[in-house]
């Protein structure tokens, strides 16, 4: 160590007991790359981003060694381009004790006189974030090692001798030629020996260096992402973030970006959530196991716990299931339905849970943990049904700090796997980027139901001025009975609406309930219990070849074996555009029933061709 430059740059305890000074480690990034690249610059714009976060810069250049009397005479003829010319033991032990929360003097470096600046030394604080900017810091293994984050800015030769030029005449004190000697003895030989193989340690490489904000903006978001995770998985141990990678943030870019059209946000939520489903199963517990392989070896492995079940919290949740089923084979699925009621208020609607679920492990699903309100529900009510705390987990997309607070705080012992922590979810909950998240995660599903609710809600009043009242017990309950009948319908729950309120649902007009209720055949399937007296449509008189029809029914059936009562395409399956109405719903069951029952709808043809010719008489 140069004796000169440790008397200057010390590294000092603080008095406060460690864990109450820093609580957690601090980001530490490396930024290298040539000479006028743009390495300050970029640190610059990330400090500016940064803005809420406490950063320090640190520059390889205080660590330059320091020169004697004779050097300095002969400065023209040093390399400050070579490894050799830093004191990198130094700079690992700043930076180590730096990273382990202490604070340390650094001298500031003076270009002009080539000397390290004693007085006053730089007292640098440990923070948040630790920036090491300098042409070779990633040079050093150990010092590579301290880094969480390695950016190489890769700025063109000619662009950097032309800035280089500039600069060091107007704020280093040299002229053009000493410039240019340099560069072609020192500097442009250093970059090409071991400033750029260094290059290939880095994990992002920002070509353009401060022109490319796109890339800046990333590594803040990613930073931001990284440090919010820091904080929320060392208060709650239960809580576990995937890795984050640029692949996963550039995921979670498009599935925000307002512009992102539906099949890529579809294809991108899927593939997102598919890695939080398989990092929630290997959250589950194992029984260790011996197999013997084909070689005849013997090979320890494990064997996974079987007895699961997934849980989705409609609607939302149900977009995750597809994922669970393609990792756990025949998985059962239950189903939440929670409604929300002012702000924090959750009323639980609907609840399908499998019979001996407390005996099994559950994956609660719901793409988004905001609040956290409506997951308290969802699992208050695991936990009523036996499920023990520990055996949840709960997987989502994007967590917000608060809604983490809220559920590990009721229930520490239940573990949350996400794929992000996002902190604009705090500021405002009920945002519209929250409610787009909301919306985009659940898009693929909702569309399709919001038209057919729009339409059942069309039809459930059109049917309900044509039921008398006195068929059900008041007034006030029948409006009771429709609001929620609406929330199961909304939620797509066709079977469950005929199941549960069939007393408001069976006294319909036929045709109408067959044509807005399709789903009433599937219900049957699922429970054969409801029946109703004035049903007269049966898809099993369905002619046989009517091949078509008859494997869309195979596939219904198959779905419903499956449990898989969302997204079933109703409409297609009674040949009928979506979000048509009267007309259209008349002349579809019209045509099938001509098909079908010729017999029924020929009297009710004429009846109707009756009543029609009475009451033009009559007028
Ligand atoms: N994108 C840019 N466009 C124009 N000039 C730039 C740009 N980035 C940096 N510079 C200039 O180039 C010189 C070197 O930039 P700097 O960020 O200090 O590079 P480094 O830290 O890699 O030596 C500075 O004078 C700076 O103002
Ligand atoms: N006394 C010195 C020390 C260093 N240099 C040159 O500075 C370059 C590194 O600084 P950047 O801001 O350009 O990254 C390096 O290429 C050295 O040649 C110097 O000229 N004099």
Redesign the pocket.
């Known amino acids: 160590m140069d004796s000169a430059l440790s008397n200057h740059i010390h590294v000092f305890q603080s008095n406060e007991p460690e864990v109450q000074v820093r609580p957690k480690q601090p980001f530490v990034i490396g930024v290298a790359?040539?000479?006028?690249?743009g390495?300050?610059t970029v640190c610059d714009m990330i400090i500016a981003q940064l803005h809420d976060q406490r950063v320090v810069l640190v520059?390889?250049?205080s660590f330059?060694h320091v020169l004697s009397e004779e050097k300095l005479k002969q400065?023209h003829e040093?390399?400050?381009?070579h490894p050799d010319?830093f004191n990198t033991e130094l700079l690992f032990s700043c930076m180590e004790k730096l990273k382990s929360g202490h604070a340390v003097d650094i001298p500031v470096?003076?270009?002009k006189s080539?000397k390290n600046h004693m007085e006053p030394a730089r007292q640098v604080n440990p923070s948040d974030v630790i920036i090491l900017?300098?042409?070779l810091v990633l040079h050093d293994p150990r010092v590579r090692d301290l880094m969480n984050m390695k950016i190489f800015v890769d700025t063109d030769s000619d662009v950097r001798l032309a800035r280089?030029i500039q600069?060091?005449t107007v704020e280093?004190g040299?002229d053009i030629q000493s410039v240019l000697d340099?560069?072609a003895k020192?500097?442009k030989p250093?970059?090409d020996d071991f400033i750029l193989p260094s290059k290939k340690h880095a994990d992002i490489i920002i070509p353009r260096g401060g022109d490319n904000d796109v890339a800046v903006d990333l590594i803040v978001q990613h930073i931001c992402t990284k440090l919010g995770q820091h904080d929320l998985c060392k208060i709650y141990p239960k809580v576990f973030v995937i890795h984050s990678t640029f692949q996963i943030r550039g995921m979670h870019t498009l599935i925000r970006d307002v512009k992102t059209r539906k099949h890529d946000f579809v294809f991108y939520a899927d593939r997102l959530i598919r890695l939080v489903v398989e990092h929630g199963l290997g959250h589950l517990p194992f029984t260790e196991k011996q197999i013997t392989t084909p070689t005849g070896s013997v090979y320890s492995g494990v064997t996974f716990f079987k007895r699961l079940c997934g849980v989705s919290i409609i609607r939302s949740g149900e977009s995750m299931e597809n994922a669970l089923r393609a990792c756990c084979k025949g998985i059962k699925i239950g189903k939440i339905l929670i409604h929300r009621e002012g702000n924090s208020g959750r009323q639980l609607i609907y609840e399908k849970l499998p019979a001996d679920i407390s005996g099994r492990h559950v994956l609660l699903l719901d793409p988004v943990l905001a609040s956290g309100n409506s997951a308290v529900k969802a699992i208050s009510l695991l936990i009523s049904k036996g499920v023990p705390e520990s055996n949840i987990i709960f997987l989502n997309l994007i967590a917000s700090p608060e809604g983490i607070h809220v559920v590990c705080k009721k229930f520490p012992k239940l573990q949350i796997v996400t794929s992000e922590i996002d902190v604009s979810l705090n500021t405002d909950l009920h945002s519209n980027q929250h409610q787009r998240n909301q919306q985009h995660i659940s898009c693929n599903l909702q569309q399709e139901r919001i038209r057919i609710t729009v339409a059942t809600q069309k039809t459930i009043s059109a049917l309900n001025s044509k039921v008398p009242h006195c068929q059900i017990n008041g007034a006030s309950e029948t409006q009771r009975k429709n609001e929620k009948l609406l929330v199961v319908l909304d939620a797509g729950l066709y079977w469950e609406a005929i199941r549960h309120f069939s007393e408001i649902l069976c006294n319909r007009r036929e045709h109408l309930k067959l044509l807005t209720i399709p789903s009433y055949e599937i219900g049957k399937l699922l429970d054969p219990a409801w029946k109703s007296k004035h049903h007269t449509f049966k898809y099993r008189n369905v002619q046989s070849n009517l091949k078509a029809l008859t494997l869309k029914i195979q596939e219904l059936r198959r779905r419903v074996a499956l449990e898989e009562m969302g997204n079933v395409e109703y409409h297609a399956l009674i040949r009928l555009r979506q979000g048509r109405w009267h007309l259209e719903l008349g002349r579809a069951h019209l045509v099938l029933g001509l098909r079908y029952r010729p017999d029924h709808m020929v009297i009710s043809f004429i009846i109707n061709v009756s009543l029609l010719v009475i009451v033009i008489l009559i007028l």
Do not use: C, M, P, W
């Not at 040093?78 to 381009?81: E, I, L, P």
């Open positions: 790359g040539g000479t006028a690249s390495k300050t520059s390889q250049d330059y400065v040093y390399n400050f381009d010319a470096y003076d270009y080539h900017e300098g042409i280089r600069r060091d280093r040299r340099q560069y020192f500097v250093g970059f």
